[in-house]
């Protein structure tokens, strides 16, 4: 079994921690370990490191070795450009079927939040046991936790009790991001899933998938697994991206496909896609503050407070998300903080590089 | 002329740009200049430098020295330990008396704010004729802008044309921070101002009512005279300050003397005495916010931003208070910055005396 982690994000959201350099999964927002390192750890029990293929920027690479000492670099794997999520896959089930033609591959973002190891790593081998058995696409579920609707949700189908684990479901159907009244229409009907964008299959089979959803990304495919391990990769790979059209391995794949399957996970998730989220995830003292570095709160609650190197003090505010890095501070209203993108635009076109 | 500058806060509501080793008017924090400066500079058309004392405390003393090198360092008089307004005011007069028997003397505080700088001299001007002309205590009062219950309120009495100046006036009677219901039927009744603390009469005529109402210290006062220029007076004052009480030259003296007059002033004054009067007196963008830094709003106003050094980002919030320094960042809700004081005070609860 290989893994493969998409390790693609800018991570503007995460502004003024995140920065073009410095995408979210390298950062340690969250604890003393960047989230990278937690998403290897994570799988290590599953996974040895050799088998454990990363999919980056060029530019992020050399901190991502860095981080990631026992990864080998050849387990490096350079996208010139980002193309959202199935040339990603793509690229990368080419490697894998290289080293092993009929390899299981669990396909990870490199910047979620899993609160319950354990169950995690219970749920991807169930997963992986149903992909070894066929050529299923799985697809890892979460069970929601509110009418969110910044998700993808899964319609689960019949159960298949005897592909991996009980839990196993077919898939009826997959509706991408859906109005508020959809997706709470979905949580009272039940029997729906959160689309986690981890996936299982074996290289094989999703090459396979995208031969007929998307021939396109295919023959680019093609030629990539030609000049693989020449010296001529470099120039093709970027050549093949050059030309694909940005699309994700849900649009593009994944809500065509018939023989899809869902196990639907339930193990503390988050995609840790706003300082909200993070305050979501957070322990918090009485006052409901979520405080990383020196204190002082003077009737003053609900916030994040982020300033790992210097002293902050609240006085009767509530609400807020502080984050305060060597030079840039962040104040954001809690609910608000999609809205940082929109200071990472700003500061763009006022042409203040610097704080990118 | 001399002018007496006293010098002697601490300014824990400006936290935490002031510290004990530096308060409020040793800080730039209204414009390129420090308060102290911008004081002495207010004055200088009035009084040459070598007749501007200032009084402050011992460790504030060589900082003072720094930042107004004109003024001759014997002019800079310690007090061992604060005692309030008399004791200092009693001792300056000591020293104006000393050299100059029959002098007049301005008493102005250190750290407020004056909009119109001639509008201010002349009415000092004014009182310092008034004072000249006999042995009335004159005080500077300020046309109230609303019924604050922060000031003392001079009822003015009889017009005193003949008095330096068309304005000045008897003083009725002199009401300590009055509750909100007094202080509006003040204003409604009309002929009231606050009062700004800043005063004007000669040396001799302050210490004759020292005498009169408040006899101990002007028992310790006539001992540091003695001693005055002798290598015993630093003894002598630091045992005379340590055995006095601290006592307002307003409660002590002002609500009882006879023969005072008030010169009522206009000229845009603030006595700075929070985060909250320095977004009041400051300028302000078309969204209310008054900054000082690099910054970017989104969707943010009414706020004051004090971060020289660092790019701060607001989105989606209104009415706070923003002050970052080198080890230190406040975040608090506008209306509230005099709880900055709490604060201070559970940092020193708490032994953090790298932030006091």
């Known amino acids: 079994m290989f893994a493969v982690i998409m390790a693609g994000g800018k991570g503007a959201r995460f502004w003024p921690r995140s920065r073009e350099k410095m995408p979210k999964h390298l950062l340690d927002i969250l604890d003393e370990r960047t989230i990278i390192r937690e998403t290897v750890d994570r799988i290590r029990p599953l996974v040895p490191p050799e088998r454990i293929l990363i999919v980056t920027g060029r530019n992020h690479a050399a901190e991502l070795i ?5 990864i080998p670099a050849e387990n490096i794997i350079i996208e010139p450009v980002g193309r959202n999520t199935a040339p990603c896959i793509g690229l990368a089930a080419l490697h894998v079927r290289k080293r092993v033609p009929d390899a299981v591959m669990l396909v990870l973002p490199s910047d979620h939040r899993i609160g319950d190891q354990n169950a995690f790593r219970r749920v991807l081998a169930a997963a992986a046991q149903a992909a070894s058995e066929g050529n299923s696409l799985v697809t890892i579920g979460i069970r929601p936790t509110g009418p969110e609707t910044g998700y993808g949700y899964i319609e689960q189908g019949d159960p298949m009790p005897n592909c991996g684990d009980a839990r196993t479901c077919g898939v009826r159907s997959i509706h991408e991001k859906p109005p508020l009244e959809q997706a709470k229409a979905f949580l009272k009907r039940g029997g729906f899933s959160w689309n986690s964008g981890m996936f299982v299959w074996k290289a094989s089979a999703i090459l396979k998938a995208i ?7 295919h023959e680019g495919l ?5 000049a693989l391990g020449t010296d001529r990769e470099e120039e093709v790979v970027g050549k093949v991206y050059s030309a694909q059209k940005a699309v994700s391995i849900d649009c593009g794949v994944m809500e065509k496909a018939e023989d899809v399957l869902v196990v639907p996970g339930d193990f503390c998730w988050s995609d840790l896609g706003s300082w909200d989220a993070l305050w979501e995830v957070s322990g918090k003292d009485k006052n409901g503050n979520a405080v990383r570095g020196p204190f002082i709160g003077i009737d003053a609650g609900d916030s994040l407070v982020h300033s790992p190197g210097k002293l902050v003090a609240l006085v009767g505010v509530r609400d807020l998300i502080v984050v305060e890095t060597d030079d840039a501070l962040l104040i954001c209203r809690r609910g608000r903080s999609q ?3 929109k200071v990472v635009e700003n500061l763009g076109e006022k042409g203040l590089k610097e704080y990118l």
Do not use: A, H, S
Request: aromatic share 4%.
């Open 211 to 217: 031969k007929q959803f998307l021939p396109e990304l």
């Open 339 to 341: 809205d940082v993108r």
């Open 222 to 226: 093609m030629q990539i697994r030609e």
């Open 66 to 70: 860095r981080q990631l000492p026992e």
